[in-house]
């Protein structure tokens, strides 16, 4: 049954936005701490923590202090971290080893976290940037990425995670068939219990310095990603990846960088319907805080309204790096 809309006088929007009560009970969307995913920057160096210049308020992080964060976050209603290593550049080598090195610095800092914070889900990322002395996120050879070369590497690798006690292993490389190549080694070692989050519409784009300069691998990149990390230009791309990877097994699915993605978000989330994430980026978060410190944003409004965007699009849960502080103005 079709109604005919009212009209000034007798249709007044505004009666529902006239106190905060009312603005409440009639929100269309809801962020809550849930919502939230906490990426830590952890590092193996001997400092418990070691700020990262260009995103202020972040430290790299020792295992123990990321065990601390891990149970501020449980503490906070935030559901899940989700770890990125920062190894020595003496430890990385063409085709990163330290990646599927049991006792490395990501199954270590899992297992510590699972120990002491077992209610805590944790998430790592699996991809080779962080361990190659190239920063690339596969095996390189004369100047190319090779894709299924690359596969075994990253399946040991979620293997290995996946081993030490990581709940969600997130393919963030973009090669193609990865997330198969991963499903079918944790179904042949008994971990068809672990979810995989792919990273399955990660853009080739600008606002990733913050990070590899967070994790190391800025200086090592040799070249750019732009031959397996999608063009910004393209849409309908990302529903073909997305198809591609949840075919092959995952269980949830990314998008990538976030605030200038939205229209992705959108677009997967409704085609799919299947938990949709997204990543509010370094180079996102960098450019908040500076404005922030300039005074040309309010800080509490503008975090939020940052993360209401989010899940207005239909994301599921946002990786960022303002989880704890979002998550005690939203618990106050």
């Keep these: 049954m079709t109604v ?18 009312i603005r409440r009970l009639v929100a269309e969307t809801l962020v809550t701490p849930a919502d939230l995913v906490w990426p830590l920057i952890i590092h193996d160096g001997g400092d418990a923590r070691v700020a990262v210049p260009s995103m202020p308020g972040i430290d ?20 899940a971290v989700a770890l990125f290593p920062n190894i020595s550049a003496t430890a990385k080598d063409a085709v990163g080893s330290g990646a599927t090195d049991p006792d490395g610095l990501v199954p270590e800092t899992v297992r510590a976290i699972k120990d002491a914070v077992p209610e805590i889900g944790v998430i790592t990322d ?6 190659t002395d190239h920063g690339h996120d596969g095996v390189l050879e004369d100047g190319r990425i090779l894709n299924d070369a690359s596969l075994e590497r990253l399946a040991e690798q979620a293997f290995i995670h996946a081993h030490a006690g990581a709940d969600i292993v997130a393919p963030s490389d973009m090669m ?15 971990f068809s219990d672990t979810l995989i989050l792919s990273y399955a519409a990660k853009y080739a784009s ?15 990149l040799t070249g750019d ?5 999608m063009d910004p230009a393209n849409t309908d791309e990302a529903l073909k990846e997305v198809a591609l990877d949840l075919a092959e097994g995952a269980d949830m699915v990314m998008v990538k960088p976030g605030m200038l993605y939205l229209d992705i978000i959108q677009r997967v989330a409704e085609a799919f319907k299947v938990p949709t994430f997204a990543y509010q980026v370094s180079g996102e978060y960098a450019m908040m805080r500076a404005a922030i410190a300039n005074g040309w944003l309010e800080e509490d409004r503008a975090i939020l309204e940052s993360l209401t965007a ?22 106050a």
């Excluded at 606002?207 to 190391?216: I, Q």
């Excluded at 990603?225 to 990390?229: L, S, V």
């Design 310 to 331: 989010f899940k207005r699009a239909g994301c599921s849960g946002v990786l960022t790096y303002f989880a704890p502080q979002a998550a005690r103005l939203l618990n």
């Design 126 to 131: 699996v991809a080779l940037d962080c361990y």
């Design 60 to 79: 790299r992080l020792s295992p123990a202090e990321a065990v601390k964060a891990a149970r501020e976050a449980l503490d906070l209603g935030i559901p």
């Design 206 to 220: 600008a606002f990733y310095g913050p990070y590899r300069d967070a994790v190391g691998s800025a200086k090592a």
């Design 4 to 21: 005919a809309p009212a009209h000034f006088p007798l249709a007044r929007p505004r009666r529902l936005r006239a106190a905060p009560w």
């Design 176 to 190: 193609d068939g990865r997330v198969q190549a991963i499903r079918e080694a944790l179904e042949a070692n008994s």
């Design 225 to 229: 990603k732009k031959t397996y990390q």
